[in-house]
Structures are given as structure tokens and as C-alpha cells.
Nanobody, 117 residues
Framework: QVQLVESGGGLVQPGESLRLSCAASGFTFREYDMSWYRQAPGKERDLVAVAQKSGEITNYEDSVTISRDNVKNTVSLQITNLKPDDTGVYYC??????????????WGQGTQVTVSS
């Protein structure tokens, strides 16, 4: 079955960096758009970055960089200069069209990132 397993979250101080990873299995990874979302406490899940199956990359915030490895079936999110506003649960999403991800895509269980001094 489809599995998306996120890792790399934790408690960090403002200004530090993190690299989140999502390991995918159970589907043909290279045929799916991969996205990262963040859900801050009490808020909706927001799209942070997309790595399309075509190779096109879109980072929706200046401090994030998404990358994918179609050999290892992983997608990563590098976040630099972390701020308290970056706190939340980060989710990996897989969908054949990224814009339909929230509706019909696959989700991981999320990884918590807490930015606090």
C-alpha cells in the first residue's frame, strides 16, 4: 500500500536550519507530483513547495528548497533561517497533479517542527 513517511523534524532555535525528508513507497514515485505542506497550530494546511514529476520546482517561501530523488523515492525540504512562524506539522503529499493533492493525494503522518528559543 501507499506509504509516505516524514522525518527530520524537531525543536530548533530561531535562525537554525532543518532538512525534512519523506520516504515514499507503494506507488510509482516518478509519476507523481510531490509537495510539502505546513499546518501551523489552529490553522489550515498551507502549501510550501512542489516538485513536479516533470522536474519543475516551485518553492513558495524564500527560506525553503524542495528536492526529489527519483531513484531513492524521496522528497526533501530544506528550511533555512527558521522563525517561530515556521512552527507546525509538515506533511508530505503525493498526487498525480499537485493542485489536486489536498483532495485526492496521499498524505504522510507529518513531522513536527517547533522553532523556539
Amino acid at each position: 500500500q501507499v506509504q509516505l513517511v516524514e522525518s527530520g523534524g524537531g525543536l530548533v532555535q530561531p535562525g537554525e536550519s532543518l532538512r525534512l525528508s519523506c520516504a515514499a513507497s507503494g506507488f510509482t514515485f516518478r509519476e507523481y507530483d510531490m509537495s510539502w505542506y505546513r499546518q501551523a497550530p489552529g490553522k489550515e494546511r498551507d502549501l510550501v513547495a512542489v516538485a513536479q514529476k516533470s522536474g519543475e520546482i516551485t518553492n513558495y517561501e524564500d527560506s525553503v528548497t524542495i528536492s526529489r530523488d527519483n531513484v531513492k523515492n524521496t522528497v526533501s525540504l530544506q528550511i533555512t533561517n527558521l522563525k517561530p512562524d515556521d512552527t507546525g506539522v509538515y506533511y508530505c503529499n503525493a498526487a498525480q497533479s499537485w493542485n489536486l493533492g489536498p483532495l485526492i493525494g496521499y498524505w504522510g503522518q507529518g513531522t513536527q517542527v517547533t522553532v523556539s528559543s
